[in-house]
């Protein structure tokens, strides 16, 4: 095969030669494809960075770029939107975690803040127990603690090591009984009755020296006070001096043991009434623990005791309310009409109408020349005795009037205060008063409600219609009775002057009150006497204090008759420099004397003190004596007096004050006492729901109480004094059960600033007022805005009772929106009612909401029953398949509105006065056809 020669080139033939120029054709387009695709991944991996930098100074023809840069721009936006989540999310988080540490620093803030209130109250409480145990003289320094502490340590080493001490040994067998009741008091008793019996006094005789010791402490400031009249004032603490007066010698011990019962009494009631005293009861409660068989025994025998004490005690009480009682029928039997008293007169009025001028004016005429005529100012009051009167009247007594009384007595605070406070048992103690009216301005709220007290009271009163010299043209003839001056003034001022009276009259009448002039007056039972003054120039004083004197003596003569039993009330309670706390009050009957043991009504429970001193103003032409006052040993009726006894500082102001009569039983008289406040007490709603009511004193608590009883205001609590935390936390109760009671009535009170602010913190709203009508405007519209934002707020939910039938031939689209013509054939249908059907299988299918209501057109609120019929446009919520006429009901069936629970609920409480007695009575009719519980 090798020796093969070469084959010879064969020639191609054509056709094969243009096969050959084909497939080269072929495989070179397929090398230059190959080629253009590495290309173009190459170009597209190259533009990545390019297309990330827009300002790429190398941009391709935009033809070609735009053309390539399709899927670039796409993943170029999802990266950026995915940025942007990222972005988001990371702001979404760091604004969560701020919010969570803003909200951990308020909470810690708020942690903070009420640890910080917790503990300012409990200084505040530990300042004043301290202050206390100041004035009791019982307080410790703290060296003086140490020192305490030690003597008791060695006293328990003592003992422990055998030493007996005979005063202690006896005080163990009675060791709860010393801790409880062994106060100062008792200590004192002992130490002023002790005989050198035993040597067991001796350690008490030591006890009882110091408070001796204490109590000339007190003793020397008062002395300091009352210079050489020191020697008639009673050493504080003299219960047992009173005692000591009226009891036998031998039932001393029995009475020892009573005398304790009383002192655990009196702190029972203390705590009753005061819960903030509860850390003075502490150191009692440090009663040994442990308690042996012994002791177990004795407290037995002493509960046994104590069933016989009460019973004792409570017949005690019983005798001593007979006793009283004989004493006041044979009181009563010995009055006489030839030996009366002068009666007492308050002056009310609204505000600027010129009480405390018309006061001034009667005062001052008088006491110009040194108090000639005898007029006394007096504590609260002023004096005027019947000579001073009678000058004054001079120029009317030409009628040979005459006085029987032996004098008037003013009560110097003009005002309801003092009226409200001079009261007794609901009846007031006060026998007239001046209603003054301002001439120019008629009868005013105050006015009002000054009638509305002396109704109540069923007090008489007379009015000064004063500010005559305002009346334009008035020519003043000073101190002129008022029928002279009448007659001096020109026609057009009588003319004026008559209007007004007339005026006046017209008002009254609105009042139910038949009003005349006093000069006119023929029937002072059936017409109130309008008697014209002027505080500025004097005119008609004469005529009011003539009237005053007439109708007291001539109407009211037998309450006038001089009473020997004690009537006192308190009208204020004040504080003065070197006298302490002490109590101003008017006595109406009977006398008072220095050292007498009173009891009267307090907040925290009843006070039972002796009185330390009585005193009056020195006389006018006396202002240059040191002393501001006057001592007395005794005093009598009718007169307003400063009494100067300890323990004063809670007393009521408005309280009856009464004495301790030998034979009396003084918890008998506390009980009496309290009882004013307690029966005000029957005032509270007995569902515990109502407003709380605040005011400044007894007299003013009972006028508002019955304000709101007449209102039909319901009260949740009271309380007399300035308004303090714990009166807010006691009103915010209502916040749970009935929040639009969460409020306090504050009549003439001061409301702490903490506690203001503690009640707007919780919600409960403080009403301040000085006039009662004011309080109630305040609270009634308060009320109203309430009742309408709730009715704004429910009405949505409520859903009012009515019957439809449809109009034949009235349906003028079949679904939704249903739209048929309808006759209201009970009740009343309103906008947004949900309706439905009964169908024949007795179901309730709910056919949707009214949601318009339409008359010829114009679009309507309300149906009511009896209304032509209207047309209504009825819309299925979204999550109730729509119900159709002649399918899911039919023309002929009745449409109900859809009342449930809750809806009838929301009627009773918000819409109870928006619905008639039908329509209620159609509520009970659908109840029964809807099934509703
Ligand atoms: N012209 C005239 N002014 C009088 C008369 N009485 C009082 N005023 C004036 O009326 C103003 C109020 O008098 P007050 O005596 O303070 O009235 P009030 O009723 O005690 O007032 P309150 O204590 O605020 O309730 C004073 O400016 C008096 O001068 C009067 O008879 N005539």
């Not at 009640?759 to 301040?768: L, N, T």
Request: hydrophobic share 35%.
């Amino acid at each position: 095969m090798d020796d093969e020669p070469p084959k010879p080139t064969k020639l191609k033939s054509k056709k094969e030669k243009e096969r050959e120029r084909k497939e080269r054709q072929k495989q070179a387009k397929k090398e230059k494809a190959k080629k253009e695709k590495a290309a173009s991944q190459n170009t597209s991996k190259a533009s990545t960075p390019e297309a990330s930098s827009p300002a790429s100074p190398a941009s391709p023809a935009p033809a070609a770029k735009s053309k390539r840069k399709g899927p670039p721009v796409a993943a170029l936006r999802a990266m950026i939107e995915k940025q942007k989540a990222m972005e988001e999310e990371r702001r979404r988080l760091e604004e969560e975690e701020r919010k969570r540490i803003e909200e951990e620093e308020r909470l810690i803030a708020e942690e903070e803040r009420k640890k910080e209130e917790a503990k300012q109250l409990k200084k505040e409480k530990e300042r004043l127990k301290k202050e206390k145990l100041k004035k009791e003289g019982k307080y410790l320094t703290k060296s003086q603690r140490e020192a305490q502490q030690r003597n008791k340590l060695k006293l328990q080493q003592m003992l422990e090591q055998g030493v007996t001490i005979a005063a202690f040994e006896k005080k163990d067998g009675e060791k709860k009984k010393k801790v409880v009741y062994g106060k100062r008091k008792k200590n004192n008793k002992k130490g002023q009755n002790s005989q050198p019996e035993s040597t067991e006094v001796s350690s008490k005789e030591e006890s009882v020296k110091e408070e001796v010791n204490k109590d000339d402490d007190v003793k020397d400031s008062w002395e300091d006070f009352l210079d050489d009249e020191a020697e008639v004032v009673p050493i504080p603490a003299p219960k047992k001096e009173v005692k000591d007066s009226w009891d036998d010698e031998s039932e001393e011990e029995e009475e020892e043991k009573e005398e304790e019962k009383k002192e655990e009494k009196k702190d029972e009631v203390k705590e009753s009434w005061d819960d903030e005293d509860e850390d003075e009861d502490e150191e009692p409660k440090e009663v040994p623990q442990k308690k042996s068989k012994d002791t177990k025994k004795q407290e037995e025998a002493e509960d046994e005791e104590d069933e016989e004490d009460e019973e004792a005690k409570q017949k005690r009480k019983e005798e001593s309310a007979q006793r009283r009682k004989k004493r006041m029928e044979d009181a009563l039997q010995a009055r006489s009409k030839n030996d009366l008293r002068s009666p007492i007169c308050v002056v009310l009025g609204h505000v600027d109408t010129g009480k405390t001028k018309l006061l001034d004016k009667i005062r001052q005429t008088n006491v110009q020349d040194g108090e000639a005529g005898g007029i006394t100012q007096q504590i609260g009051a002023t004096y005027f005795p019947m000579e001073s009167i009678k000058v004054k009247t001079a120029r009317l007594n030409s009628d040979g009037f005459e006085y029987k009384v032996p004098g008037l007595l003013v009560i110097d605070t003009p005002g309801h205060e003092s009226f409200t406070n001079l009261r007794s048992r609901g009846s007031s103690l006060c026998n007239i008063a001046v209603l003054v009216v301002d001439i120019m301005h008629g009868l005013e709220p105050q006015t009002i409600e000054s009638i509305g007290l002396l109704r109540q009271r069923k007090t008489p009163f007379v009015v000064a219609l004063n500010k005559i010299d305002r009346i334009y043209g008035w020519k003043a003839i000073p101190d002129a009775p008022i029928q002279e001056t009448l007659a001096q003034q020109p026609k057009h001022v009588i003319q004026e002057f008559e209007e007004r009276v007339q005026h006046t009259i017209t008002a009254f009448a609105e009042q139910g009150l038949n009003a005349v002039l006093s000069y006119n007056n023929k029937n002072f039972s059936k017409y109130v006497a309008l008697c014209p003054t002027s505080a500025h120039t004097g005119e008609g004083i004469p005529d009011l204090l003539r009237l005053l004197v007439k109708l007291t003596q001539e109407r009211m003569a037998n309450d006038l008759m001089y009473l020997s039993e004690l009537e006192c009330t308190v009208l204020e309670v004040k504080v003065i420099e070197g006298l302490g706390t002490t109590i101003d009050v008017i006595l109406s009957n009977g006398k008072l004397h220095e050292g007498d043991r009173i009891v009267l009504c307090g907040l925290n429970g009843p006070i039972a003190t002796n009185v330390r001193a009585l005193l009056t103003p020195q006389p006018m032409r006396e202002l240059r004596v040191k002393s501001a006052y006057v001592h007395h040993k005794e005093v009598k009726a009718a007169l307003g007096v400063k009494i100067v006894a300890q323990d004063l500082e809670k007393a009521i102001a408005g309280s009856r004050l009464l004495v301790v009569q030998p034979g009396d039983d003084e918890d008998d008289l506390k009980e009496e006492v309290m009882s004013d406040l307690v029966n005000l007490q029957s005032a509270i709603d007995k569902s515990g729901k109502g407003v709380c009511v605040q005011a400044s004193t007894l007299g003013s608590l009972e006028a508002l109480l019955e304000f709101l009883r007449e209102s039909k205001i319901p009260v949740s609590g009271i309380n007399i004094g300035p308004v303090h935390k714990k009166d807010i936390i006691r009103a915010s109760i209502m916040l749970e059960s009935q929040p639009e009671y969460a409020q306090i009535l504050a009549f003439d009170v001061k409301v702490d600033k903490d506690a203001q602010d503690l009640a707007d913190e919780m919600g409960v709203k403080i009403f301040k007022a000085d006039i009662i009508y004011h309080l109630f405007d305040q609270f009634t519209k308060y009320m109203e805005e309430i009742t309408e934002t709730r009715r704004r707020d429910q009405a949505p939910s409520a859903v009012f009772p009515c019957m439809l039938r449809i109009v034949p031939g009235c349906v003028f689209n079949k679904r939704n929106p249903i739209v048929i013509g309808v006759d209201v054939i009970e009740g009343q249908l309103r906008i947004g009612t949900p309706l439905c059907v009964v169908n024949a299988e007795n179901q309730i299918v709910p056919i949707g909401k009214v949601i318009g209501i339409e008359l010829n057109h114009k679009a309507k609120e309300v149906c009511k029953k009896g209304d032509p019929a209207v047309a209504i446009k009825i819309e299925s919520p979204v999550y109730e398949t729509p119900k159709m006429i002649g399918r899911h009901f039919f023309e002929k069936d009745t449409l109900y509105s859809r009342i449930t629970r809750a809806s009838i609920d929301i009627l009773k409480s918000t819409f109870r006065n928006d619905l008639s007695r039908e329509e209620w009575a159609l509520v009970i009719q659908l109840k029964k056809i809807l099934k509703v519980d």
